[in-house]
């Protein structure tokens, strides 16, 4: 396989040198883009745009031909696995994803099986396309939603403050929760091994709402399921080591505990240093985030001082990933972003340059 151009993201990983500390962000392609809102005007829906995967690849592109990130995100979203299992997805305006049949009966849980993966083409298809868009030139990362986190959207319907309905659920019928964890296990496994194979040199799991839970229930209904799909996950392909990132929000609580879930790279929200991360984790893993998606409303100079910040938190070596605590917004102005990239990109040589002889 042809060697990537730009290869920052893998090597800082890998805790390997790097020239500059390498920067991608979560949601990087989205609202804020006028091309972006072009495109998804033109697919007709937000369900169109992700399931033509020549649009995918586009929307999945332009954020790439405005700046000089490190990486590339697939256009999808985490509840492809959901709707492929027939529980009806749709994005309304205002309001985004609903389920048309979401499971509140035990009846409509227990038959719920791994869905079969043809269902999911459109996002191998969309992977494929933008690898031979890419050339080589930055790494294509894949991603899923973790089994708890599609579970509260699966049972609630919808994103509802505490996921009231997946919490009584664990309290009361904690086996028929378990039972459908297992299977999105399963199913979230076979997806990022397909995005593997369709050409994804990352994969990434976002745990967007196990921060809601607290330790112990967190280590059972989360962690357990996480683990369980990391062991089953190809972590050489085509000559590749496939490095995995974990994110949990609000997880900084269980770093160490996350740390043997058999992820690369821990990705933190803005509630930690990453300081203190780095302290916690030592050498073990790389570091991902962590700058406040609300400062890209600053001034220019405040997004410069605080990307600094950000940099000297981490300090010297490498072993991180710049990103945003959380996605981008859809109010943040483009230029903002730019602003940030090359901001990482300059501000962080000193951090890396060798030490005088």
């Not at 967007?208 to 967190?218: A, K, Q, R, S, V």
Request: hydrophobic fraction near 40%.
């Amino acid at each position: 396989m042809s060697q990537l151009k730009n290869n920052r993201l893998l090597k800082a990983i890998w805790r390997e040198p790097v020239d500059a500390t390498p920067i991608w962000i979560m949601r990087q392609a989205g609202r804020y883009l006028p091309e972006y809102r072009a495109t998804r005007e033109k697919a007709g829906s937000f369900t169109t745009l992700c399931k033509t995967p020549e649009l995918a690849c586009e929307v999945t592109m332009q954020p790439l031909r405005r700046y000089a990130l490190d990486a590339a995100i697939i256009f999808s979203d985490i509840l492809t696995i959901p709707d492929a299992m027939g529980l009806g997805l749709e994005f309304v305006e205002g309001k985004g994803p609903q389920f048309a049949r979401p499971l509140q009966r035990a009846a409509d849980i227990k038959k719920i099986v791994v869905p079969d993966l043809e269902k999911l083409s459109y996002v191998y298809d969309a992977i494929r396309l933008v690898r031979h868009e890419l050339d080589n030139s930055v790494p294509l990362i894949g991603f899923c939603g973790s089994p708890w986190t599609l579970a509260a959207y699966m049972i609630e319907g919808k994103a509802t403050p505490g996921f009231p309905l997946i919490q009584t659920m664990r309290e009361k019928e904690p086996q028929l929760l378990h039972n459908l964890l297992d299977i999105l296990a399963q199913s979230v496994c076979a997806h990022l091994n397909a995005q593997i194979e369709a050409g994804a040199e990352v994969v990434m799991l976002f745990d967007t709402w196990g921060g809601m839970l607290d330790t112990p229930n967190y280590e059972i209904f989360s962690l357990a399921y996480v683990k369980k799909i990391f062991a089953g996950l190809k972590r050489h392909y085509n000559d590749n080591k496939i490095p995995v990132i974990l994110f949990t929000k609000g997880g900084h609580r269980w770093l160490e505990t996350m740390m043997d879930s058999g992820c690369d790279t821990l990705g933190v929200d803005w509630e930690i240093s990453l300081k203190e991360a780095r302290a916690r984790v030592g050498s073990h893993l790389s570091l991902q985030g962590n700058m406040n998606p609300a400062r890209l409303l600053d001034s220019p100079l405040a997004i410069q001082n605080e990307v600094a910040r950000v940099l000297e938190s981490f300090g010297s070596g490498s072993g991180h990933v710049f990103n945003l605590g959380h996605g981008i917004t859809p109010d943040v102005p483009p230029e903002h972003v730019a602003i940030v990239v090359d901001a990482v990109h300059e501000l962080s040589k000193p951090y890396h340059a060798k030490p005088n002889r």
